[in-house]
């Protein structure tokens, strides 16, 4: 595609100010102007500040999907196309989450996926705003590497069958300096910038099929279902303009997925669900996206054994060899790596960053779990040095929480609830009343909560 043709026009505008100034007044913006603005970006000419403001543009006034795709398009072609061999080609899956709060299903579903004969060139993300990035989680873990060339990738899915990488230089270096940016300057819930985002650094990796986790929620980036589809639709279909089958699935970000938040926390929690274990809707999640993902892609003849063919591997121990296979060959020491697959969480203490301070509040009165909030915990959590306040900011993995209750769960009065791991001397009293406000107590007896995945967005012409 050329892409200067529309900059020969006297009226196109040429400037970054100008192009700024004509997405602000709501105007369409050409495909050369869209490619000269990630050009920019990724040579480094434009500045900050412009990105913000033509980042904070877009947020208020949108793209369509013309618009988005090329936006896409550009990002993905910042930076070097991932080439695999043929044979590879019909089992290149992936899956995306657009973030959530104890979110850690990628570090379990891509070994997960690889024991099913998959191949799974994860290229993921960091925390955005109150929400936890893949890339943080791995990097609790001493010596894991998420920086891999294209070639080094190769590697890792010949030994592993997985990898979860970032951007790089090399891979979609565009998208890295805007999805920093847009972590910091309230632009995370743009619909043509997530879309443009996740979409990228899918369309480099050559795949097959693709799931996005799309949450809504309090502690989600939408906080409907209804807004949660229109992302999954605009998914879809620019999906399937690059040629790319994508489903989505809209699951409920209200309370955290599973027991535990924070970074060495999490990591620990998804090698107890690899082992078999886990909490019950965290491993229902990861079964109901893998299947997903088998049966689009033709490997599954149904839904129902797609998801029963992702639980087997959480049972028979293959996910978790291919997790440990995947640890080392991301640089973790094999016998750290053995330490963690095959030791028991005992045995595992010390392994992970773990925090000076552990303190726990207890419940105010008996009930039942009606609701725990992950928005307050997220931010909480945040304050005490989880996330980022500006980009590149270093992170405390050994911060986070571990609910000791469930919904639906009935509870007396004085019952612990949870277990906060930090840093310092202890809460403060606005970090504390914080916490007990998340906890929602009802009366009536205890019950099964909903499962967390409410819909699946189907792409047009789906196989099986």
């Given amino acids: ?59 208020l006034k949108g793209m369509d999907l013309a618009e988005t795709e090329i936006l896409t398009r550009a990002l993905a072609e910042s930076g070097q196309q991932l080439q695999w061999p043929e044979a590879w080609r019909p089992l290149l899956v992936d899956k995306h989450s657009t973030g959530g709060v104890g979110d850690k299903v990628s570090l379990i579903l891509a070994p997960a996926l690889a024991a099913c004969g998959c191949k799974v060139p994860m290229i993921s993300g960091r925390g955005l705003g109150h929400t936890g990035g893949t890339l943080d ?18 590697e890792l899915l010949e030994r592993a069958g997985c990898c979860i990488v970032g951007q790089s230089k090399e891979l979609v270096p565009a998208d ?57 639709q605009a998914l879809v279909s620019v999906g399937a303009r690059l040629g790319l089958r994508v489903a989505a699935a809209l699951t409920s970000m209200d309370s955290p997925l599973g027991c535990c938040v924070g970074h060495g926390l999490e990591v620990e929690e998804a090698l107890r669900c690899l082992e078999g274990g886990g909490p019950p809707d965290l491993r229902d999640l990861i079964t109901q996206l893998g299947g997903s993902l088998l049966w689009l892609n ?33 640089g973790v020491a094999p016998s750290l790596a053995q330490a963690l697959c095959s030791g028991s969480p005992a045995q595992r203490q010390g392994l992970l960053p773990t925090a000076p301070t552990k303190e726990e509040l207890r419940t105010v009165s008996e009930g039942t ?13 945040h304050e005490l040095g989880a ?22 769960q009935r509870v007396s009065a004085g019952t612990p609830w949870i277990r906060v791991h930090h840093r310092g001397a202890g809460l403060s009293r606005g970090q504390a009343r914080a916490l007990q406000g998340a906890l929602r107590l009802a009366g009536g007896a205890a019950f099964e909560p909903e499962r967390a995945l409410r819909e699946l967005v189907l792409p047009p012409a789906p196989r099986g």
């Fill in 298 to 330: 033709g490997q599954a003849p149904t839904l129902a054994r797609g998801v029963a063919q992702v639980g087997e591997t959480l049972v028979n121990g293959s996910a978790l060899s291919r997790f440990q296979a995947m640890l080392e060959a991301q």
């Fill in 1 to 59: 595609m050329d892409q200067t043709g529309s900059d020969s026009s006297p009226h196109t505008p040429t400037s970054v100010p100008e192009l700024i100034r004509k997405k602000r007044d709501g105007d369409r913006l050409e495909d050369a102007e869209i490619r000269s603005f990630v050009h920019g970006v990724t040579e480094g000419t434009v500045q900050e500040a412009q990105i913000g403001a033509m980042l904070m543009a877009i947020r």
């Fill in 387 to 408: 996330g980022r306040k500006r980009a590149g900011e270093a992170l405390h993995h050994d911060v986070g929480l571990e609910l000791l209750v469930s919904v639906g």
């Fill in 137 to 154: 989680k791995l990097e609790a873990i001493p010596g894991f590497s998420v920086v891999q060339s294209p070639e080094q990738m190769r």
């Fill in 369 to 381: 779990v009606e609701q725990i909030r992950a928005l307050p915990l997220a931010h909480v959590l």
């Fill in 176 to 232: 890295g300096v805007l999805y920093a940016i847009r972590d910091v300057t309230a632009t995370v819930d743009s619909l043509p910038l997530i879309t443009a985002s996740i979409l990228s650094k899918k369309a480099v990796e050559q795949l097959s099929t693709l799931v996005v986790d799309v949450k809504f929620g309090e502690a989600a980036i939408f906080p409907s279902q209804e807004k949660a589809r229109e992302l999954a």
